[in-house]
């Protein structure tokens, strides 16, 4: 409030505001004025005023002065974090490193000192039946997500957290953002052969007629990979083959067909050793083993056991020569032990 003296009309004097600003002054008792609002302040678009107070008398000439007042406008918490970005998206490749960064968030608080302070923090949740703190953690600092384990592509290729921006105001205000982490896959995966079954176990032998001609399908090798895009194309390969140039595999398919007639000098057994690879950096391979039989006649098939005595037999015979000699081993050392105890109950006591 103001007061101002007056003595004759030289000394009747009136204060006014003539700047642009949300005040005014309002009359008071006797020579007081009161300097009101006359609109809502608001701090986060003018903080400061620099109000000019004009005191004007009623003389001829009027004769004026004026005072100029610094006013700071006092903030509160009225404004709740804002995001930069409507929603985020991270993206890392699998078999990550643990505490690797993703992405960082950014929110912003108009207001001032700790009214304005932001701190960061993930909501609770789960992703694929674990906490969501377990996968991620947000630096409540700076804003920056962190990864706390490695990813597997081929368990899960995406997941969603929400992320929480909260000033430092009291009461304190938030509001929210979406993060969307997206895994890309790495060849972290072999081949996986189903047909022939890669079994070692286990023999697979397929039956060709000696009437078949060039182009005639005999086989297929059929394979999958679990990574995704290109490091999933395979490509089919004969790497080894006993009469090479007589079949021949679909790069793509792996249909195995006769690349040319079959002639009475082919062996009737062959073996064919298929490699499948896959297209990633660097190229992941499985490799197959497949035994064909050419025959028209299904008593002219040898048994499989026959087949594949020439790969046993050597170690059949090692282990046949072991076993005898062995046993021909034990038997001398019982034969030696009886005869020495034989010996020592047939030798004479001496007599004192």
Known sequence: MYRTETLGSNRQVSCSIQQNVPFKLVP??????SLVTTGQLDRELVSDYNITIIATDDGSPPLSSFKTIHLSVADINDNPPAFEEQSYSAYVSENNKPGSSLCTVSARDPDWRQNGTVIYSLLPGEVNGASVSSYLSVNGDTG?????RSFDYEQFRSFK???MARDNGSPPLSSNVTVGVFISDVNDNSPQILYPTPDSNSFMTELVPKAAHGGSLVSKVIAVDADSGQNAWLSYHIIKSSVPGLFSIDLHSGELRIQRDISESDSMKQN?????KDNGQPSLSATCSMFLLISDNLAEVPELKDISYDENSNLTSYLIIALVSVSTFFLTFIIIILGVRFCR????????
């Open 272 to 276: 064919l050793i298929v490699a499948v």
């Open 345 to 352: 109950r047939r030798k004479p006591r001496l007599i004192v």
């Open 144 to 148: 920056v997500i962190h990864a706390v």
């Open 161 to 163: 957290v929400q992320v």
């Open 28 to 33: 008071s008792i006797k020579n007081y004025y």
